[in-house]
């Protein structure tokens, strides 16, 4: 099955408002320095060859998925000795995809049931599977973040080429979050302790239009964030902290599509439009920022000097402006990507192996 949240990133406190007085600039790129960090390879599921990182949580709890030994990729738990645990599918199901953790162990993701529907799920600390439901008169659903408050968001697809954002309350009601959106569809990503929700709204088709939106608390109609200046239309965002700083990326030129520059971005209160947090010395134009921890430390995906390679990356503020540095690489490979970071500064996401092999990791 495809990784749906992943496609989305291929395919490229409340904020009630989002009021501006200020530019943040990027500091400019020298050497690539290395972090010094550690990059630790974790374990596969038993006769299984890739795996991926998505999440993990401030007891170094880490949540994935990777493949089994027929085929199908299933959910995953690493803890904080690194021991693996298959999180299993749904009754009759044949896969599952995790995607965030809370703090109290609660993860979220989707899996498929017996008839073949895929379905926005919850998984205890235990291990307990529970189906989340949909919007009523739909069959599917998909989870992406869960907060410490045990409120999870995602999408529903409504009708083809139409998603509405969703977000699950504590008790299991679900609430639409797309019933007014400028591009007809709209997902969720990720919330904040605060409530916060962040994500997009797209049109599905030509063009892939997308814009980076805010749901405040409580609202129920996303509020767009405004573009990179002098970049194009196109946005999207991905990480949230509990200061309300938010994590994507932006068009950083204008151009049509398929092919269009993007930047890691960050969006804060207070600022008259986003921060282009850059690209690797001698990159190309792309890079995006998945996640943000409370010390307001970044973590993401970078291009590097070397064409059709990729670099996970950690962007920190230091004076004047932001820092970008590369992460390590498993040996001999050519790819990595920094999906989380939590509030101890623990990483995780996915790198290539020698041969190829894309496999769930942990730098620290």
């Not at 409530?195 to 797209?202: A, L, M, Q």
């Not at 964030?225 to 946005?235: E, I, M, V």
């Not at 965002?237 to 068009?251: E, F, H, M, R, T």
């Not at 390590?328 to 999906?339: D, V």
């Given at each position: 099955m495809?990784d749906?949240?992943?496609?989305?990133?291929?395919f490229?406190?409340?904020?009630?408002?989002?009021?501006?007085?200020?530019?943040e600039p990027?500091?400019?790129?020298?050497?690539?320095?290395?972090?010094?960090?550690?990059?630790?390879?974790l374990d596969?599921?038993?006769?299984?060859?890739t795996?991926?990182?998505?999440?993990?949580?401030?007891?170094?709890?880490?949540v994935?998925?990777?493949?089994?030994?027929?085929?199908?990729?299933h959910?995953?738990r690493w803890?904080?000795?690194?021991?693996?645990?298959?999180?299993?599918?749904l009754?009759g199901?044949?896969?599952?995809?995790a995607?965030?953790?809370?703090?109290?162990?609660?993860t979220?993701?989707?899996?498929?049931?017996?008839?073949?529907?895929?379905?926005?799920?919850?998984?205890a600390?235990?291990?307990a599977?529970?189906?989340?439901?949909?919007?009523?008169?739909r069959?599917?659903s998909?989870?992406?973040?869960?907060n410490?408050?045990?409120?999870v968001v995602?999408?529903?697809?409504?009708?083809?080429?139409?998603?509405?954002a969703?977000?699950?309350?504590?008790?299991?009601?679900?609430?639409?979050?797309?019933?007014?959106?400028?591009?007809?569809?709209?997902?969720?990503?990720?919330?904040?302790?605060d409530?916060?929700?962040?994500?997009?709204?797209?049109t599905?088709?030509t063009g892939n239009?997308?814009?980076?939106?805010?749901?405040?608390?409580?609202?129920?109609?996303?509020t767009l964030?405004?573009?990179?200046?002098?970049?194009?239309?196109?946005?999207n965002?991905?990480?949230?902290?509990?200061?309300?700083?938010?994590?994507?990326?932006?068009?950083s030129?204008?151009?049509?599509?398929?092919i269009?520059?993007?930047h890691a971005?960050?969006?804060?209160?207070?600022?008259?439009?986003p921060?282009?947090?850059?690209?690797?010395?001698?990159?190309?134009?792309?890079?995006?920022?998945n996640g943000?921890?409370?010390a307001?430390?970044?973590?993401?995906?970078?291009?590097?000097?070397?064409p059709?390679?990729?670099?996970?990356?950690?962007?920190?503020r230091?004076?004047?402006?932001?820092?970008?540095?590369?992460l390590?690489?498993?040996?001999?490979?050519?790819?990595?990507?920094?999906?989380a970071?939590?509030n101890?500064?623990?990483?995780?996401?996915?790198?290539?192996?020698?041969?190829?092999?894309?496999?769930?990791?942990r730098?620290?």
């Open positions: 495809v749906l949240q992943r496609s989305k990133t291929a490229l406190a409340g904020l009630a408002a989002v009021a501006l007085t200020m530019v990027a500091v400019a790129a020298g050497p690539a320095t290395s972090s010094e960090r550690a990059i630790i390879r596969l599921l038993p006769g299984g060859t795996s991926r990182a998505t999440a993990v949580n401030d007891r170094g709890v880490i994935g998925y990777g493949d089994t030994a027929n085929g199908e990729n959910a995953i803890n904080r000795r690194g021991r693996v645990a298959d999180l299993g599918t009754p199901g044949t896969h599952s995809y995607y965030a953790i809370n703090d109290h162990g609660d979220a993701g989707y899996a498929d049931n017996a008839d073949g529907s895929e379905r926005a799920v919850r998984w600390p235990d291990g599977i529970t189906d989340l439901g949909t919007l009523p008169g069959t599917a998909y989870a992406f973040g869960i410490d408050e045990g409120i995602g999408e529903v697809p409504i009708r083809p080429k139409i998603y509405h969703v977000k699950w309350q504590p008790d299991g009601t679900i609430i639409d979050l797309g019933t007014k959106s400028p591009r007809g569809s709209t997902a969720a990503d990720a919330i904040n302790d409530g916060v929700v962040i994500g997009r709204t797209f599905v088709g239009f997308v814009n980076a939106g805010t749901w405040p608390v409580g609202a129920t109609t996303i964030l405004p573009p990179l200046p002098d970049g194009g239309p196109r946005s965002a991905g990480g949230i902290n509990d200061k309300g700083l938010i994590v994507g990326y932006a068009q030129k204008p151009g049509p599509p398929p269009y520059a993007i971005t960050l969006w804060r209160p207070g600022a008259s439009a921060t282009d947090l850059g690209v690797l010395p001698g990159a190309g134009d792309y890079s995006v920022a943000i921890n409370n307001g430390t970044i973590v993401g995906i970078s291009a590097t000097s070397t059709e390679d990729r670099s996970a990356v950690l962007w920190k230091r004076k004047g402006g932001w820092h970008i540095v590369p390590a690489q498993l040996p001999g490979g050519r790819y990595s990507e920094a999906t970071i939590n101890a500064g623990e990483v995780v996401g996915e790198a290539s192996t020698a041969s190829d092999q894309s496999v769930a990791v730098w620290k």
